[in-house]
């Protein structure tokens, strides 16, 4: 009996063959099956007012919490992949520590940022009674990354742009078996460097966006759905970004619109070898809001939903984000 088989009837195979990662892909999460090859990125995790920390220099501890869930699962074209049932929950967390430092370099502070994720609990009904996915739980990969946090462009009336850019890596130590569908840990190293920016167009109406690039390192235990003779794999690079625009309801509450972006932009490759049709991509748009508790703490709200997806789930992303400030 090989790996690939596991004990599974055929026609189990090949359902597992096709929606293996499927919670995976919910957060981006790296194991490879019949697509669904990327390793978790930002995905709605940051919105608006991206272009600067809200107070200044010191310490920002972070904690975000994420659900996911999806009721279609989506093959190269866009179609859904033929399972009895493909409904799938992810919750997430992130524990994120930015430091912005008084060491300036030109026009620029000096900071870290470093970010813990984990994968609380999650759940999956693809209607064969878990033969095609098995799910776990817990640390994933660390996330790090030196940045630039440059000085504000002021205007007449405020600041005009904030802009930061940050060389953001994710370390493989998460956990990972390569024999489940979902792993919080990719087992492979990825640069996921970004440029972030908010521009005011007036004081009370701003316009954000963050632009990554993502290239992936080799995986050399590559999860089983790709046969017993595939030693090694390789993600493809992709590229991916947040986007928001809101507007101050009142000194403390704004409200405003986000979304997000993914496009896979090179094939993925096993034992080197490209494998075309496995390229992912999704869009989201949806409502958000922000709320200054006071000076040093504030709440973010933002729902996504997704549209366009290939080779990926197409659900709904709903986020809460607490940002504190101490110097």
């Known amino acids: 009996m090989t790996r690939r088989g596991m004990g599974l009837p055929g026609r189990a195979r090949s359902f597992a063959k096709r929606a293996s990662l499927a919670l995976t892909a919910a957060l981006g999460l790296s194991g490879p099956a019949a697509a669904y090859d990327l390793p978790n990125v930002n995905l709605g995790f940051t919105s608006f007012l991206d ?154 109406w701003t316009v954000s966006a963050r632009f990554h690039y993502l290239w992936n390192a080799t995986n050399d235990r590559p999860n089983i759905s790709f046969g017993p003779t595939v030693l090694s794999t390789k993600a493809g690079q992709a590229l991916h970004a947040n986007f928001a625009t809101e507007f101050s309801v009142t000194k403390e509450l704004k409200l405003g619109v986000n979304g997000y972006w993914l496009q896979q932009i090179s094939d993925t490759l096993a034992n080197g070898i490209a494998v075309p049709g496995r390229r992912e991509r999704v869009y989201a748009l949806g409502p958000g809001a922000l709320l200054a508790v006071n000076k040093d703490n504030f709440l973010f709200f933002n729902a996504f939903y997704e549209f366009g997806a290939r080779n990926r789930p197409e659900g709904q992303r709903y986020t809460v984000r607490w940002v504190g400030h101490f110097n």
């Open 51 to 204: 272009g600067a920390p809200p107070s200044g220099p010191g310490w920002y501890p972070t904690q975000y919490l994420q659900v996911y869930s999806a009721g279609r699962l989506t093959d190269n074209r866009g179609r859904s992949l033929g399972l009895p049932k493909q409904d799938i929950t992810v919750f997430a967390s992130l524990t994120q520590l930015l430091y912005v430092s008084p060491i300036k370099i030109g026009p620029g502070a000096l900071g870290l940022d470093l970010i813990v994720p984990a994968i609380p609990a999650s759940s999956a009904d693809d209607g064969l009674n878990g033969a095609a996915l098995k799910a776990q739980q817990g640390i994933g990969d660390i996330l790090i990354g030196p940045f630039i946090q440059f000085d504000p462009i002021m205007g007449e009336k405020g600041p005009v742009f904030l802009g930061r850019v940050e060389a953001q890596m994710i370390l493989p130590t998460g956990k990972y078996d390569p024999t489940a569908a979902v792993n919080p840990g990719s087992n492979f190293f990825s640069f996921n460097p970004y440029a972030a920016g908010t521009l005011f167009l007036t004081p009370d």
